[in-house]
């Protein structure tokens, strides 16, 4: 059951945001702030902190949110209590994509979130988020 546990929505079209994401400090504090609600089981909460700052429709944000609620009973019954987050990996393309992966650590196992970031002229915003359960891409 490799990625029975994906979540995963990219979008890069050309919206503007109405909040900046000036630097990558910025977005890596902002990735932060969301992975922290994410490991609270916060999951609109930690979406509300992205909403402004990801260019896609708030319908689209909400199913994201939706389908992530409706597969954590999964994860509750597989990998037992959240014990905790740690950001494990980063990665950039050039100087327009940041990928941050966070390990969110359970007391059987642990998934991780994969937060994209990208910067198509001045400022970052959102891309991505998804989350896995197969780890082998943390071994580098």
Do not use: C
């Not at 969301?34 to 490991?39: G, K, L, Q, T, Y």
């Amino acid at each position: 059951m490799k990625y029975l546990l994906v979540v995963s929505l990219f979008f890069s079209m050309g919206f503007t945001s109405a909040d900046n994401i000036a630097s990558k400090k910025e977005a890596r504090l902002l990735a932060d702030k969301m992975v922290s609600h994410f490991i609270k089981e916060e999951f609109s909460e930690g979406m509300a902190i992205a909403m402004p700052h990801w260019p896609l429709p708030k319908v689209e944000l909400e199913n994201l949110i939706n389908k992530i609620e409706l597969q954590w009973p999964i994860v509750d019954k597989r990998f037992g209590k959240g014990v905790g987050m740690e950001l494990v990996h980063e990665e950039r393309i050039g100087d327009s994509f940041v990928r941050y992966y966070y390990l969110h650590k359970f007391k059987n196992h642990a998934i991780y979130w994969e937060l994209t970031f990208y910067k198509p002229e001045k400022h970052w915003r959102v891309n991505g988020v998804s989350y896995k359960d197969d780890l082998d891409i943390l071994y580098r």
